[in-house]
């Protein structure tokens, strides 16, 4: 059984129900996958639309998906060539992510991708630390993050990087929130925010969720993510049995 969130990323003008979809996919047919989690999930389309009118495209919101709060819109960042390999570490992480997830030559060809990318990515960390919106702009940063999210085959790393980014005050609500139910969960402890999901005789199951599940929306709230049911049913839509 594999985890079907985290792996696309998630910013201030993404729906937190779509970051596990390929950039592929919100690129190619981003508005057809949005009409079937609309007509699907009601109060999923309440949370997309309600004071985000931009959110009615995907094409729309795509072309502003990286801008970061504080970050100037017009700045440039200080160091382009970074920011273009991190991009490209992205572009790989993604097409290795956007075939049948169904087949095992998928879950291999990603292990290696994100293999290869784990290990550039220590080595970026140890020579400029960790890459942030001012040095490779607010999607070189994304990239970087993502690209954490992504290395689960090293967890003591990723909680020293979600400790680093905190410390930093680098992380939005939605991408602290994934970052740290991914932590959580590699320690086996519950989930904090219910963005885990796993596959359990043909349905998407969340993964142990930290208690009181009572206080979980309120939770989601803190960090701008919609209630958990509106999640459920849109990680419902996006992962059909087709896609197991």
Not at 133 to 145: I, K, M, N, P
Request: hydrophobic share 40%; glycine share 6%.
């Amino acid at each position: 059984m594999k985890p079907v969130t985290g792996v696309f990323r998630c910013d201030r003008l993404l729906l937190l129900a779509v970051c596990a979809l390929p950039i592929t996919l919100l690129a190619d047919d981003g508005d057809a996958i949005m009409e079937k989690v609309v007509a699907r999930c009601p109060g999923t389309a309440r949370y997309i639309l309600q004071g985000q009118p931009v959110m009615a495209s995907f094409k729309n919101a795509e072309a502003e998906r990286h801008a970061l709060p504080g970050s100037a819109p017009d700045a440039t960042p200080s160091d382009q060539e970074l920011r273009q390999e991190l991009l490209e570490m992205e572009r790989k992480d993604q097409s290795a992510r956007s075939g049948d997830l169904a087949r095992p030559q998928i879950w291999a060809s990603i292990a290696g991708i994100d293999a290869a990318n784990l290990a550039r990515l220590k080595q970026i960390i140890a020579e400029h630390g960790f890459p942030d919106s001012a040095s490779v702009g607010g999607d070189g940063f994304s990239a970087a993050w993502l690209l954490v999210q992504h290395a689960d085959r090293d967890p003591a790393f990723q909680q020293k990087m979600l400790e680093l980014m905190t410390a930093k005050k680098l992380l939005q609500g939605e991408q602290l929130a994934l970052l740290t139910d991914r932590v959580l969960r590699a320690q086996g402890k519950p989930q904090r925010y219910g963005s885990q999901f796993t596959e359990e005789a043909g349905h998407q199951v969340p993964q142990p969720i930290e208690a009181p599940l009572d206080e979980l929306d309120q939770r989601r709230a803190s960090m701008g993510m919609m209630p958990f049911a509106d999640y459920r049913c849109s990680i419902e839509v996006l992962y059909p049995a087709h896609h197991r």
